[in-house]
């Protein structure tokens, strides 16, 4: 009978954990926005951040405090500007990782890590320093496993450990203060000729040997990093670094559909004119999308991905089942990079990452909401005559034919033909469904890009009515971005 009760308490348990799981699909909210929640970081970093006293000369000194300083601001203005995001479900995602590893690794990580979701689409971290990392959006979206995440983790906590960041703040500051460097700007200033390309030289040299992502560093922190994994019973994939070096060409992706089929299905008719440029000249020039062997890999921040692999493939595991990610955590993650791309009014990138998870046979409604956000903002920043800033215009090496097009309809679809989608989705679009913020946020949008009174007075107003009623909403964001001084 105990046995029984024991079973029926287990299953009750399961299936609420279960319902309380399925209810945390919701969005953060506004208060989670890293310029709230991190407020008190904020304030403790300029106080526990002090430039320790290293070198006797006052130069070298100085010059080391205002790096030292200018890491402190670049993370407290990162927080003010709210490029990282508080989210419970995904950070405790996280956080059963960075435990695992540091209960392993007591003498190495005495003290937990700070661990920073930065809002960012690229698939990248960083390490700060003074035991903090940032995990990008991007790379959550991206990976496969939670090994991937674990090693991606344990590869940052490394440089923290290993005092990379650090480092190159004091090499930097002995370097621009040293003989040799001095020596090479004055022998540059006093020439007559050549002084950009002498210049670059020395800059040349100066990366090379003292850049953020030493190739040594990253290979140290490689190894370190497959270390702390084996003391936490973690298992490593080093194909991870093939799949890691075309982690920049999601733009390249081509869609299954032609582009005016996706618009067709919100009544939504594009021109074939729209998709071609009018203008004439070299930009304009029949291009091959297909060849880019002669591009440079530069996007990437770590560009010797296929020599990591190399270095790291015996230390690999072997007959181990790698741990997906839970679809739940990519799906928040990829929801909150797109919306991010809104915010910051990256629209072509915005609408294509939008059409990419269409393409996926995502149904969700909330894709058709930021469907009509985008069509809406592009036609707002139309009116504020900034249309060419939101398009966000990427060079044709990087992005597939697809969203060369897309980016084209952007920048030459007509003023009126835009009033009219606007029109169409906000007016004949509503979902019964929606949510209440998202109807409210429909609402604002209506008034900021149909109403004739396009006065900052008006915008404020009609963002004052939306915050009063979703204060919690993370579309609270757009609208106080009409509230502030």
Known sequence: MLLCKRLITATLFLFYFHCAYAQTGELYRYQDLSHLYYQKQQDSLKKAWTCPALYKQKATQKQYKELWDDRTDFLTKSIKDDDYVYDREVLSYIDTIVSQIVRANKQLIPVKPLVLI???AAVNAYAV?????????????FT???EDIAFTIAHELSHNILLHPETAMKQRAEWLTSDEYKSSMNAILDSKYERLTRLKKVFEGYSFNRSRHQRYHESDA??????????????FDPTFFLRLDSADIQYKQPLKQPLQQYFSAYNIAIENAWLQKRSKGLSTRVYNF?????IQDSLKTHPDCIERYSKTLNAGSTNTNFTQVPASIQE????MEIWNMYINMNLTACMYMILLEKDKGNKDP???????????GLYYADRELSRFNAVGVTPKEYISKDYYQLQTMFEQVPREKLEQFCKTL????????SKKDEAAFHRLMHALTLDADFSDSHKTSVAKVFINGNESSLYAEFAHKFDKP
């Open 144 to 146: 496969r496993s939670r």
């Open 129 to 141: 320093g003074g035991n903090i990392l940032a995990i990008n959006l991007g790379l959550l979206a």
């Open 222 to 235: 490689d190894s370190l990093a497959i270390v702390m994994l084996k003391k936490s019973n973690i298992a």
């Open 426 to 433: 906000l007016d004949n679009n509503q979902r019964a469904n």
């Open 290 to 294: 297909k060849d880019t062997t002669h």
């Open 366 to 376: 909330w894709y058709d909401f930021m469907v009509t956000n985008v069509i809406t």
């Open 118 to 120: 930065d809002r960012s």
């Open 332 to 335: 928040k993650a990829r929801k």
